[in-house]
Each structure stands twice: as C-alpha cells, then as structure tokens.
C-alpha cells in the first residue's frame, strides 16, 4: 500500500472488514493520521472498537467521521467540495507532524439510496483525478449489500482492488498518479502487496 493509492475492497462479513482496517491502523498508523469513515454513531463505534484502531484514537492520530457529514451537502453529493475537504484535512495532517492521511470508508450508506450510489461515483472518479494532494483511500463495499453490476462498477472507478487480502492494480483504469511512476502500462510489473494478512480465500 502506497502514499496515494485509492483502494477497493468489496468484503464477505465483518471479519474481513474489520481484519483489514485493523491492518491499516496497524502499518499505517504509527506514520500516519486514519480517518475512518462509516455511517451512524453504531457502525463508527463498532469500527473505533478495533484493537488496533482504539489504540490510535487514544494517542489522537485516528478520528471517526460520519460519512453523511462529508460527503454530503444538504442533500446531494459534491464530488469537487468533498475531496477538496479531504486534501485540506490530509494537508493540516502534515502541518501538525502526524505525517499523511489515511482514509478508510465503510460504504453500506450507499447501499440504501440508488441515486446516492450512482452520485457518490463522481467522488471515486475525482479522488482518481485529485493532484493537488495524494490521498490514500481504502473503500469498503459489503458485497452482500449491492447488486453485481454495482459491485462490478465500483471496481471500475478503482485503480487498485484487495481481494482476499492481495492488492492489485486494475490496469484498465490508469489514474495520474502512474505517470509519476515513470513507468507506461506495458512496462508496469506485477505488484501484489499483503493487506488483511488474516483473511483466506
């Protein structure tokens, strides 16, 4: 997992979802400041109540948000405001010395409206196209929430997926992000990267 990656992750289960957040509080966390992101006080309770994830909030380098709070205005999804929001809160991460943002969002607040759904892909398309700031972002999709065309767009709007804890780059989408890699599609290798070392196929 890189500075900048924008990640999908569509789970079976809640072990697999908080095995991986668990993971990124745990590599991520010393060096960095987790934003984590569900929907409602329960669901941000339960994602605080990780091991991993309670002992970053104790030493003030993880902070729950709800989703609804930053990603919609009013009623309605601005994909520009909202990553804009997220590059300022990664910015004043590094002017406090906590290092860089990390965002891991529990996306089952999409599952219940199918035009928040279709809306909030403008978001996944700008964080793909966001070169002012990177930012690292971990989306989370509970497969047993949407249907397969949904789950079959979300990976789309990803450059990279984690499937049973391997990272790999989902080359028919190529963000900016690449070419500052200096490397061209056919060029690229292989990258797998172990995530959710605790999930098994």
């Known amino acids: 997992m890189r500075r900048g990656d924008h990640i999908v992750h569509q789970y079976d289960g809640r072990r697999e979802d908080a095995a991986v957040l668990s993971d990124v509080c745990t590599w991520m966390g010393g060096k960095c400041h987790v934003y984590i992101l569900g929907s409602g006080k329960r669901q941000l309770a339960d994602m605080c109540a990780i091991p991993s994830a309670r002992k ?6 993880l902070e729950p948000i709800d989703c609804h709070d930053l990603f919609l205005h009013g009623d ?29 969002l529990n996306h089952d607040w999409l599952a219940e409206d ?16 966001h070169s002012e700031t990177p ?9 047993s929430k949407f249907t397969e065309d949904q789950l079959a767009f979300v ?6 997926s984690l499937t049973h804890g391997i990272l790999i780059r989902n ?7 690449i070419q500052s890699e200096e490397e061209s599609i056919a060029e ?14």
């Open 56 to 61: 970053l909030q104790k030493a003030s380098r």
């Open 114 to 129: 199918a035009r928040l759904f279709k809306d909030f892909s403008q978001v996944e398309m700008e964080l793909n196209l």
């Open 76 to 104: 309605e999804v601005r994909a520009r405001e909202s990553v804009s929001r997220m590059s300022s809160m990664a910015l004043a991460c590094r002017k406090e010395g906590q290092g860089d943002a990390v965002f891991v």
């Open 171 to 177: 080359f028919w989408l190529v963000p900016r992000s």
């Open 188 to 201: 690229a290798p292989e990258r797998s990267i172990r995530l959710g070392a605790r999930i098994k196929p």
């Open 135 to 143: 930012l690292t972002v971990v989306c989370q999709y509970d497969a």
């Open 155 to 160: 990976s789309s709007m990803h450059p990279k």
